[in-house]
Protein backbone atom coordinates (compact mmCIF):
# COMPACT_ATOMS: atom_id res chain seq x y z
CA UNK A 1 0.00 0.00 0.00
CA UNK A 2 0.80 3.54 -0.74
CA UNK A 3 0.18 6.69 1.32
CA UNK A 4 0.27 10.00 -0.55
CA UNK A 5 0.10 13.07 1.83
CA UNK A 6 -0.66 16.97 0.11
CA UNK A 7 -0.53 19.91 1.71
CA UNK A 8 0.17 23.60 0.91
CA UNK A 9 -3.18 24.27 -0.63
CA UNK A 10 -5.34 27.19 0.51
CA UNK A 11 -6.70 31.52 -0.15
CA UNK A 12 -4.82 33.54 -2.14
CA UNK A 13 -5.38 36.69 -4.50
CA UNK A 14 -5.21 36.18 -8.42
CA UNK A 15 -1.67 37.00 -9.21
CA UNK A 16 -0.43 35.57 -6.42
CA UNK A 17 1.63 31.90 -5.74
CA UNK A 18 1.08 28.64 -3.63
CA UNK A 19 2.86 25.89 -3.48
CA UNK A 20 2.03 22.33 -2.96
CA UNK A 21 3.73 19.49 -1.56
CA UNK A 22 3.09 15.62 -1.58
CA UNK A 23 5.09 12.51 0.28
CA UNK A 24 4.38 9.42 -0.82
CA UNK A 25 5.13 6.52 1.33
CA UNK A 26 4.49 2.95 1.59
CA UNK A 27 5.80 -0.27 -0.68
CA UNK A 28 7.52 1.90 -3.15
CA UNK A 29 9.97 -0.03 -4.99
CA UNK A 30 9.96 1.97 -8.49
CA UNK A 31 8.01 5.02 -9.54
CA UNK A 32 7.34 5.32 -12.73
CA UNK A 33 5.67 8.97 -12.40
CA UNK A 34 4.16 11.57 -9.71
CA UNK A 35 2.22 14.38 -10.66
CA UNK A 36 -0.91 17.02 -9.67
CA UNK A 37 -4.32 16.84 -11.61
CA UNK A 38 -7.08 19.12 -10.58
CA UNK A 39 -10.89 19.70 -10.40
CA UNK A 40 -12.78 22.87 -11.02
CA UNK A 41 -15.93 23.06 -9.43
CA UNK A 42 -18.64 21.57 -11.65
CA UNK A 43 -16.21 20.18 -14.00
CA UNK A 44 -13.76 16.81 -14.52
CA UNK A 45 -10.71 15.93 -13.19
CA UNK A 46 -7.81 17.21 -15.50
CA UNK A 47 -4.18 17.38 -15.97
CA UNK A 48 -1.47 19.94 -14.09
CA UNK A 49 2.00 18.32 -14.42
CA UNK A 50 3.73 15.45 -14.18
CA UNK A 51 6.99 14.28 -13.55
CA UNK A 52 8.77 11.22 -14.49
CA UNK A 53 11.64 9.34 -12.49
CA UNK A 54 14.22 10.61 -14.56
CA UNK A 55 13.15 14.22 -14.24
CA UNK A 56 11.18 14.83 -17.47
CA UNK A 57 7.86 17.26 -17.30
CA UNK A 58 4.69 17.45 -18.68
CA UNK A 59 2.46 20.63 -18.19
CA UNK A 60 -0.99 21.44 -19.51
CA UNK A 61 -1.41 24.49 -21.60
CA UNK A 62 -3.27 26.37 -19.16
CA UNK A 63 -0.58 26.36 -16.82
CA UNK A 64 2.89 26.55 -18.79
CA UNK A 65 5.37 29.26 -17.70
CA UNK A 66 3.21 29.69 -14.21
CA UNK A 67 3.73 26.45 -12.52
CA UNK A 68 6.85 24.43 -11.97
CA UNK A 69 7.08 20.72 -11.05
CA UNK A 70 9.92 19.57 -9.16
CA UNK A 71 10.88 16.56 -7.23
CA UNK A 72 12.90 15.15 -4.04
CA UNK A 73 14.00 11.38 -5.17
CA UNK A 74 15.16 10.75 -1.73
CA UNK A 75 12.02 11.80 -0.32
CA UNK A 76 9.64 10.73 -2.52
CA UNK A 77 7.78 13.90 -2.51
CA UNK A 78 6.79 16.82 -5.35
CA UNK A 79 6.59 19.69 -5.46
CA UNK A 80 4.07 22.32 -7.23
CA UNK A 81 5.10 25.94 -7.43
CA UNK A 82 2.21 27.98 -8.60
CA UNK A 83 2.86 31.59 -9.60
CA UNK A 84 0.61 34.31 -11.15
CA UNK A 85 -2.57 32.37 -9.81
CA UNK A 86 -5.24 33.12 -11.59
CA UNK A 87 -9.18 33.07 -10.66
CA UNK A 88 -9.48 29.56 -12.99
CA UNK A 89 -6.90 27.45 -10.98
CA UNK A 90 -9.28 27.45 -8.46
CA UNK A 91 -9.65 23.96 -7.98
CA UNK A 92 -9.16 20.48 -5.80
CA UNK A 93 -5.42 19.49 -6.81
CA UNK A 94 -4.88 16.24 -6.09
CA UNK A 95 -1.66 13.88 -6.28
CA UNK A 96 -0.92 11.06 -8.14
CA UNK A 97 1.81 8.66 -8.54
CA UNK A 98 2.17 5.71 -10.82
CA UNK A 99 4.71 3.00 -9.99
CA UNK A 100 6.45 0.66 -12.15
CA UNK A 101 4.54 -2.06 -11.55
CA UNK A 102 1.50 -0.10 -13.70
CA UNK A 103 -0.43 0.66 -9.82
CA UNK A 104 -1.76 4.25 -9.27
CA UNK A 105 -2.37 5.82 -5.74
CA UNK A 106 -4.81 8.85 -5.20
CA UNK A 107 -3.71 11.85 -2.37
CA UNK A 108 -6.88 13.14 -0.68
CA UNK A 109 -6.75 16.73 -2.24
CA UNK A 110 -6.24 19.98 -0.82
CA UNK A 111 -7.95 22.67 -2.19
CA UNK A 112 -6.68 25.92 -3.80
CA UNK A 113 -9.33 28.89 -4.05
CA UNK A 114 -7.74 31.87 -5.90
CA UNK A 115 -10.58 34.95 -5.25
CA UNK A 116 -10.05 38.95 -4.12
Known amino acids: QVQLVESGGGLVQPGGSLRLSCAASGSIFSINYMGWYRQPPGKERELVAT???????NYADSVKGRFTISRDNAKNTIYLQMNSLKPEDTAVYYC??????????WGQGTQVTVSS
Open 96 to 105: VIRLGDGRYY
Open 51 to 57: ITDPGTT
